[in-house]
């Protein structure tokens, strides 16, 4: 009760002693001071707890009783996201900076000119030599061994004079880079949540879109692959019917089949009394969801330097997508229109309806204008948990465009009017990146169910009703009210009966299975161009392996297990009879499903170009 005389005598004699040192060595004893608290905090010689509140709010981490190593964090962290990943120990090393400057008459000059990195450098030396003063680091005449550590005790630096300084070395901006990544334990906040710091990184693209609270979780869901192909069977039927939640798909390898979290246990011990087996592809679908948020490095994988000046189309000026991961339809949106601008001559954009949600239908032409040409339409994202296809068509887009405006463009490509729906199902596509990443349908009221959505690959009119579809306005496969009845096909099916004279290809790209599949989706008939259909999809097929070893089958869409009725392929077949109909499932056969890391998107887009390529040879 009578301790604040006390404090303020105490407070005056520190003042006393700091006044007799140098502020070198003021702040040497306040650190030597620090040393002796395990949880570095430093004991300023001020008046008052504000300074130790302060330091408390910079260091959130700081578990709150002392004998409780393992104890809860503080009230600050607890704020924060529950699966925030921290670095209590890891270090930050300093980089060899380029201090070295130029003496006599010619310092003036680079004064002048000095870049941002220089003096960025400059700033940066001034502070580590002040942080060198106060950790007791030897300290070289160059600057060239300097290392700035975070740790709970200052490390032996003695060896580090033998390690090549190249190791280390870092310029400017990429130190600016990484500052802010490594620097969090400084902030009760992580700094990377402003968009100005890091607009591009993964914790960004993560935190816009998994963060809220009305995000569907799916936490312990598994994968299931059935090795094998008759979902007819009794038994394995009546384990769809108790334990599986979804069947995603039935390929050449098995049938995938989604196992909630609840499920699994009580499935395994199904699995075990039949003669089937299995294998889980996925152990826990929220962290494959996470994968699929995220961006591949630049220097990984197709994405290094070498390969960027071999696919010169990867770095379009103007463009926001970058193909390292999954964009937004706005950023889709983005990239058609920096398409019109930087090829006016050869492109044009055409919107052909728009969503219940007022998203626009947009369509690039690419042309050469000749009105002999025969038109091939391509679409992609109908279902909208499917981000690859969208992804590897507008890559597609992009290296068309590239070649044919610095005259690499094959002649039997040119001859043709290129029609690119990218975002079939925009509405879809965002909820999907934003609320529930297996969502499939578009975004239609049922007033009467109060269920969203229709499945708009069984929304068409040809087969529309028919087993392999549900009347359940609740479920994946609900097919609407009637044919035709989403604002999304209608305007497909308005803008293709307008191609009908000179329509030569429709292809539909989705995911998953890689196949290449032709009419019919709803039963086991044949079609008058069957033989054509058969012959140029097995060139195609060769031609993908030929490409990247990919191993595609094909075959009709009935007999691949892909029984769709109502899809679009098959009305276009029977409406509009092009040459050529095809529906394209990319990557791959069930390992990731419909979340597929971002780093297939180049291969895939390549995939995708190679099979149009392939169409345009055959087009007569």
């Given at each position: 009760?009578?301790?604040?005389?006390?404090?303020?005598?105490?407070?005056a004699?520190?003042l006393?002693?700091l006044?007799?040192?140098?502020?070198?060595?003021?702040?040497?004893?306040?650190?030597?001071?620090a040393?002796?608290?395990?949880?570095?905090?430093?004991?300023?010689?001020?008046?008052g707890?504000?300074?130790?509140?302060?330091?408390?709010?910079?260091?959130p981490?700081?578990?709150?009783?002392?004998?409780?190593?393992?104890?809860?964090?503080?009230e600050?962290?607890?704020?924060?996201?529950?699966?925030?990943?921290t670095?209590?120990?890891?270090?930050?090393?300093?980089?060899?900076?380029?201090a070295?400057?130029?003496?006599?008459?010619?310092e003036?000059?680079?004064?002048?000119?000095?870049?941002?990195d220089?003096?960025?450098?400059?700033v940066?030396?001034?502070f580590?030599?002040?942080?060198?003063?106060?950790?007791?680091?030897?300290?070289?005449?160059?600057?060239?061994?300097?290392v700035?550590?975070?740790?709970?005790?200052?490390?032996?630096?003695s060896?580090?004079?033998?390690?090549?300084l190249?190791?280390?070395?870092?310029?400017g901006?990429?130190?600016?880079?990484?500052?802010?990544?490594?620097?969090?334990?400084?902030?009760?906040?992580?700094?990377r949540?402003?968009?100005?710091?890091?607009?591009?990184?993964?914790?960004?693209?993560?935190?816009?879109?998994?963060?809220?609270?009305?995000v569907?979780?799916?936490?312990?869901?598994?994968?299931?692959?059935?090795?094998?192909?008759?979902?007819?069977?009794?038994?394995?039927?009546?384990?769809?019917?108790h334990?599986?939640?979804?069947?995603?798909?039935?390929?050449q390898?098995?049938?995938d089949?989604?196992i909630?979290?609840?499920?699994?246990a009580?499935?395994?011990?199904?699995?075990q009394?039949?003669?089937?087996?299995?294998?889980v592809?996925?152990?826990?679908?929220?962290?494959?969801?996470?994968?699929?948020?995220a961006?591949?490095?630049?220097?990984?994988?197709l994405?290094?330097?070498?390969?960027?000046?071999?696919?010169?189309?990867?770095?379009?000026?103007?463009?926001?997508?970058?193909?390292?991961?999954?964009h937004?339809?706005?950023?889709?949106q983005?990239?058609?229109?920096?398409?019109?601008?930087?090829?006016?001559?050869?492109?044009?954009?055409?919107?052909?309806?728009?969503?219940?949600?007022?998203?626009?239908?947009?369509?690039?032409?690419?042309?050469?204008?000749?009105?002999?040409?025969?038109?091939?339409?391509?679409?992609?994202?109908?279902?909208?948990?499917?981000?690859?296809?969208?992804?590897?068509?507008?890559y597609?887009?992009?290296?068309?465009?590239?070649?044919?405006e610095?005259?690499?463009?094959?002649?039997?490509?040119?001859?043709?009017?290129?029609?690119?729906?990218?975002?079939?199902?925009?509405?879809?596509?965002?909820?999907?990146?934003?609320?529930?990443?297996?969502?499939?349908?578009?975004?239609?009221?049922?007033?009467?169910?109060?269920?969203?959505?229709?499945?708009?690959?069984?929304?068409?009119?040809?087969?529309?009703?028919?087993?392999?579809?549900?009347?359940?306005?609740?479920?994946?496969?609900?097919?609407?009210?009637?044919?035709?009845?989403?604002?999304?096909?209608r305007a497909?099916?308005?803008?293709?009966?307008?191609?009908?004279?000179?329509?030569?290809?429709?292809?539909s790209?989705?995911?998953?299975?890689?196949?290449?599949?032709?009419p019919?989706?709803?039963?086991?008939?044949?079609?008058?161009?069957?033989?054509?259909?058969?012959?140029?999809?097995?060139?195609?097929?060769?031609?993908?392996?030929?490409?990247?070893?990919?191993?595609?089958?094909?075959?009709?869409?009935?007999?691949?297990?892909?029984?769709?009725?109502g899809?679009?392929?098959?009305w276009?077949?029977?409406?509009?009879?092009?040459?050529?109909?095809?529906?394209?499932?990319?990557?791959?056969?069930?390992?990731?499903?419909?979340?597929?890391?971002?780093?297939?998107?180049?291969?895939?887009?390549e995939?995708?170009?190679?099979?149009?390529?392939?169409?345009?040879?055959q087009?007569?």
């Amino acid at each position: 009760m009578h301790l604040y005389p006390w404090a303020l005598v105490a407070g005056a004699c520190m003042l006393l002693r700091l006044l007799e040192l140098s502020p070198v060595q003021a702040l040497r004893e306040s650190y030597d001071l620090a040393r002796t608290d395990n949880r570095l905090r430093l004991r300023l010689p001020f008046f008052g707890g504000g300074v130790g509140q302060l330091l408390h709010y910079l260091r959130p981490l700081d578990v709150t009783d002392p004998a409780r190593p393992g104890g809860r964090r503080s009230e600050l962290r607890s704020e924060l996201d529950a699966n925030h990943v921290t670095y209590r120990g890891w270090q930050l090393w300093k980089l060899n900076f380029n201090a070295t400057r130029a003496e006599g008459s010619m310092e003036d000059e680079e004064e002048q000119h000095r870049s941002p990195d220089a003096e960025f450098n400059e700033v940066v030396e001034k502070f580590v030599l002040t942080v060198v003063a106060l950790v007791h680091v030897p300290v070289h005449a160059s600057l060239g061994q300097l290392v700035l550590w975070r740790s709970v005790s200052v490390p032996d630096l003695s060896g580090l004079s033998e390690l090549p300084l190249a190791l280390w070395s870092l310029n400017g901006s990429d130190l600016y880079e990484t500052t802010f990544e490594s620097l969090q334990w400084l902030s009760p906040m992580d700094l990377r949540r402003f968009d100005f710091l890091s607009p591009s990184s993964s914790y960004q693209i993560n935190r816009r879109y998994r963060n809220s609270s009305s995000v569907q979780r799916y936490y312990g869901h598994q994968l299931w692959k059935l090795h094998e192909t008759r979902l007819s069977q009794p038994q394995l039927r009546a384990f769809w019917r108790h334990f599986g939640s979804e069947v995603w798909n039935i390929n050449q390898d098995g049938i995938d089949i989604v196992i909630e979290q609840k499920n699994v246990a009580a499935a395994r011990q199904f699995m075990q009394k039949l003669s089937f087996s299995y294998n889980v592809m996925i152990d826990d679908m929220e962290a494959a969801i996470d994968e699929t948020y995220a961006e591949v490095p630049s220097l990984e994988g197709l994405l290094d330097g070498q390969q960027n000046q071999s696919r010169p189309w990867l770095e379009r000026e103007g463009m926001l997508m970058t193909w390292r991961r999954y964009h937004d339809h706005g950023d889709i949106q983005q990239f058609l229109q920096a398409q019109l601008e930087a090829h006016s001559e050869l492109v044009e954009i055409v919107q052909i309806g728009v969503t219940r949600n007022k998203r626009p239908l947009e369509v690039i032409r690419v042309s050469n204008g000749n009105p002999q040409n025969w038109a091939i339409f391509v679409d992609a994202g109908l279902q909208a948990r499917d981000w690859l296809s969208p992804a590897a068509l507008t890559y597609a887009i992009s290296k068309l465009t590239h070649l044919w405006e610095h005259g690499k463009l094959e002649k039997l490509m040119r001859r043709i009017d290129w029609y690119f729906l990218p975002l079939a199902n925009p509405d879809g596509y965002q909820y999907s990146r934003q609320t529930d990443r297996l969502w499939t349908k578009n975004r239609g009221y049922d007033s009467a169910s109060g269920c969203y959505g229709v499945n708009l690959d069984r929304n068409f009119e040809h087969g529309w009703g028919a087993a392999g579809s549900t009347s359940n306005p609740c479920k994946n496969l609900y097919r609407g009210a009637s044919g035709f009845s989403e604002p999304e096909t209608r305007a497909l099916r308005n803008f293709l009966l307008g191609m009908r004279d000179y329509l030569g290809g429709y292809v539909s790209l989705g995911g998953y299975g890689q196949t290449v599949t032709y009419p019919w989706g709803d039963a086991d008939y044949v079609t008058e161009n069957q033989r054509l259909l058969k012959q140029t999809a097995r060139q195609a097929v060769l031609n993908l392996r030929r490409l990247n070893q990919a191993e595609y089958s094909t075959g009709t869409s009935y007999r691949q297990k892909l029984a769709r009725p109502g899809n679009s392929a098959d009305w276009v077949q029977d409406r509009i009879e092009p040459q050529f109909v095809y529906n394209v499932f990319l990557k791959d056969q069930g390992r990731y499903g419909y979340l597929m890391p971002p780093h297939y998107i180049v291969e895939s887009g390549e995939e995708v170009y190679d099979f149009l390529r392939t169409i345009a040879q055959q087009l007569q």
